[in-house]
Each structure stands twice: as C-alpha cells, then as structure tokens.
C-alpha cells in the first residue's frame, strides 16, 4: 500500500487554548497577541474583522467586546495533550508537528476499511474531548497539511495537482514546516511574477537548486508534491538516547518543568558531540505501575535545548494536568524518562542571525543568546577575537565594510550615507575576493588603463593560469584614484560562463578580480 499521511489540524489552536483556560463561551471573541499585534483568533473574532497581524488598538476598535490574551506557548502545548491522546489512541504513529497541528501515515490501518472511515474515527475521538478539528488526507506531510486547512482527502498521485492552483503564499503558510522562513522568498517569487504553486513547482529543479538558497529547494520539492523532508543522513546512535530515572519519582508540574530542562541539556550536548541535529524527538515516560507516554515531535528545524525542553514539559504537563483533572492522566507517579532522537541529520544545526553593534537583550531572546556567546569568546580569546561588519563608506565594496569588536557602539569612521565620487554603483557583488588576473585584446596584448580613465584596447580575453574566458560584454572603466603615478580604476565583465565580474586595475598594471556577481 502506498504510503499516505493524515493531518489533523485545529484551527485557531492558541485562542482556544486561551478561551478553555479562561472558561469563556464558544461565542466569545479571542485575540491572541504578540509584540502588540494579533497572531491568532477565534471565529467569533474573525467574524467581527479581526485578522492576523492586526494592531492592538485596532482590533479593539473593531471589536470593543474582544478578550485579548498574551500567547502562551506552555499554554497551547499543554491544552493541546488530550487531543494527542485521542488521535494517538486510533493512529498510534502520530507525530507533533506543533500544539494544533498533527501528522500520522495512515498505511496499516486495514482494520478501518477506507480513509474516510478512519477520518471519521479519528473525528470522533476528538470530538470526545471537546475539540473540533479539519482532517486532510494527501501523499506527503506537506500537501496533507494544506488539504487539511481546506478538509479536502487528495487522491492517491494527486498531490501536484491539488497544489497546482493555490496562492504562491500558501508555501509559507504553516511555521512547523518552514513557512516561518519563506516570506523572503515568497515575496521574490511574486515580483518574479510566479504567483501560484504550480508556477513555481513548474522551474526545473537543477535552476532553482543554482539560483536560490537550500530552503527554496525545499519548499519546490514540496510544490512538486516530493517528499519535503530529507531521508536522515545516519542513523540515529544508541548513545544519542537520554534515559533516566526518577528518584524521587515525578508528580508535580513544577517537577516535570525542571527535569525537561535538564534532560534537554543532557540530550544536546551528547548531539553537539556527535556532530548531528535532531529533527524527530521521542519523548516517553513511564510510570511505577508500568503506564507509558509516548509522543513524537517533529520540527521543521533542528531542536535546540531550549524548544526540546519545552516539548517534554508540553507533554508531562499535559499528561499530568489530564490526571489532576480526571482524565486518562498517570496511574502512578512518573519512574522513567527518555529522550530518543528518531531523525537526525549531519552538519550544523540553527544559524541564527547575528546582531548588529550596540546590540543588547532588548533585541529579544535569541539576539541576548548570541550576546551572551559572544562575551564568552571574548572573554577567552579577548576582545578583537569576535569582529561584526558594519557598513561605511567607501568607493569600492570592500571599503564599504568596517569590521569592529563584537558588543562596540563606535559610528564608523566612513558614514555610509556620505557622497563618494567614482563610488560603485547598486548592485554589490554578492562574493569578495582578491585574485589576480591578465586582461587582453584580440591580439593578446593586455589591457590597460590610460591616465585620461580609457582601455589602451577593447577587453576581449581574460586569463588566470591555464584558464582562459571569452569576454561577452563590458563596462567601464571608472578611475577611482591614483597610486603614485598610475592609475587605479574599477571594470565590469561578463564571461561566457555566464559569471560577472568586478575588476580592479592597480599598480605595475596588473588587475584583480575584486567581486563576483550573482
């Protein structure tokens, strides 16, 4: 049987979770807000003219009787475990993709006859826990996910199709799968003019592959109706998996918050070690009567200590809040904890990026974690052992960046806004380099620039070494200033490789590749 995959998805999850804590009516309307703007609400909400992104203010003067709650992720994650439990007690091999949103392959599942007969169940015991959900049926993760926002089931070898006609948006739609990260290059696949899926799963894939970054190859396997996610590249190592044991045994919220952490270190550094990132987590605890709690959580980027940490407490806090209130919560307190990667992948894991000078832990979380690591450097290899760029003035490229110590507020000696004449125009190359190379006529004589700022003859070959290419186009060349008696101008080329140039002419006549475009 072909593999296919079921999403589950709860619409608006953070406002409902919001509403169930605070005991409100379905008719309520909810607003769930971050940094001032609303990133979720309810369809009473909806219904009044609130969106997403809306300002606070706003969102209140269309709607004067509307309940704004801050997010709480802790909040979704733990409200959200009963519903897991439901859907993991018809489809065992459920995954967490996020608090609202579920993923399960529905191959094996024999025992129910058709797909519709096993979204019905699945519906079903949601429905005995109070939530409502939208079940999509498709052959990847992905396409199942967008199915489910429309509760359409795509027929088997359908997905390209289903995905075709829908908005070039629709790929950065959904956080947990790396939408979080695509609205760059959404909105450069609309000026591009692309403006469906299907436009854009219709380049070649070898030219979006050479002319966009590794998650835009991504998100064209996932237009393709391909497979998004990467087969691992290793297995995961038995000495990768955290096991401990409680003593004294766990029953308190408080308790299972601690222990997360702790066991989210443990587990990182024995990733960091091995050199590998885990995008697939296992999570099971097991009880004194021998009770198990087992859930996968799955991410679209490498897990961090701190977001691992949270998906254990989701868990344990779920699974013990479910108890204290009379649900199917542990029978026992909590002996056993594990933390088993299931996917993990070679290389580094998050990139984050860097901040700018002057910047403090007003910047948010992750710029006061890079702060931190940064002082640390620096406070073991000293102070110029970490440089950030900032940018200057200048004519060339080079000189338009001035590297100073991480954590310096110093204004750069060349304002970046200072009128430079010879100073190269927009666009800047993309790559710095610094290699020599000989420019030449038609005859094979090099090429030259005189004192009045004009080639001694027309670039038509360059070399470096063995290496020789044919020069399809030039401009230039613009003096930019003497050393001693000679001239030091600036060039663009375009070789029949298709590759643009940045050259520079110095001293002794020799010129230099300063930059290559892309």
């Not at 995905?163 to 959404?186: F, K, N, Q, S, Y």
């Not at 296992?282 to 009770?291: K, L, Y």
């Not at 959580?297 to 699974?319: I, K, N, S, Y």
């Not at 670039?459 to 070494?465: D, F, I, L, Q, R």
Request: glycine share 10%.
């Amino acid at each position: 049987m072909a593999r296919r995959v079921l999403a589950v998805w709860a619409p608006d999850w953070p406002a409902v979770a919001a509403a169930v804590e605070r005991d409100l009516s379905p008719d309520v309307p909810v607003a769930v807000l971050v940094a001032g703007r609303v990133t979720a609400c309810s369809a009473p909400a909806r219904r009044m003219g609130i969106r997403r992104g809306m300002r606070k203010r706003q969102a209140q003067s269309n709607c004067p009787e509307l309940v704004i709650v801050a997010d709480d992720p802790d909040r979704a994650g733990r409200l959200f475990a009963p519903v897991v439990t439901a859907v993991a007690a018809v489809l065992p091999s459920t995954e967490v993709l996020r608090p609202g949103l579920l993923a399960a392959p529905t191959s094996g599942m024999r025992y129910f006859g058709s797909e519709e007969n096993l979204a019905a169940a699945v519906v079903e015991a949601v429905a005995d826990v109070g939530a409502e959900v939208q079940l999509g049926i498709a052959d990847q993760m992905f396409t199942a996910v967008l199915a489910a926002r429309r509760e359409r089931f795509v027929p088997p070898g359908g997905d390209a199709e289903f995905l075709a006609p829908l908005p070039i948006r629709e790929l950065a739609v959904e956080p947990a799968l790396g939408g979080d990260t695509r609205d760059e290059l959404v909105d450069l696949l609309w000026r591009l003019g692309l403006r469906t899926v299907g436009a854009f799963a219709g380049l070649d894939a070898a030219d979006v592959g050479s002319r966009f970054d590794a998650e835009a190859v991504l998100a064209h396997r996932q237009a393709s109706g391909q497979s998004g996610r990467a087969p691992s590249g290793r297995p995961p190592q038995p000495e990768l998996v955290v096991e401990h044991s409680c003593d004294p045994p766990v029953t308190r919220i408080d308790e299972a918050a601690f222990l997360a952490r702790r066991l989210s270190a443990q587990l990182h550094e024995r990733l960091a070690a091995a050199s590998v990132s885990c995008t697939r987590l296992a999570v099971r605890a097991r009880t004194e009567r021998g009770q198990e709690n087992s859930r996968i959580w799955c991410c679209a980027l490498p897990l961090t200590a701190e977001t691992t940490a949270d998906r254990v407490r989701w868990q344990l806090e779920g699974w013990l809040t479910e108890g204290a209130v009379g649900g199917a919560g542990p029978d026992s307190p909590v002996i056993e904890l594990v933390l088993e990667p299931v996917e993990v992948s070679a290389g580094a894991g998050l990139q984050y990026e860097l901040p700018g000078p002057g910047a403090s832990s007003t910047d948010g979380p992750r710029a006061d974690r890079i702060r931190r690591a940064l002082v640390r450097v620096q406070g073991l290899l000293g102070a110029d052992a970490v440089m950030v760029p900032v940018r200057g003035g200048g004519r060339g490229p080079a000189e338009q960046i001035t590297l100073i110590p991480a954590g310096e507020s110093a204004v750069p000696a060349l304002p970046p806004d200072a009128p430079w004449p010879s100073r190269l125009p927009e666009p800047t190359p993309a790559v710095l380099v610094d290699a020599p190379v000989a420019v030449c006529d038609d005859e094979g004589t090099p090429v030259a620039v005189t004192v009045r700022g004009a080639f001694s003859g027309e670039p038509v070959v360059v070399t470096s070494g063995s290496h020789r290419w044919s020069v399809r186009w030039w401009a230039g060349p613009w003096p930019c200033g003497l050393s001693g008696d000679e001239v030091v101008a600036r060039a663009q080329v375009l070789l029949d490789d298709e590759r643009a140039l940045l050259l520079r002419f110095g001293p002794e006549g020799q010129w230099w590749v300063e930059g290559v475009y892309e």
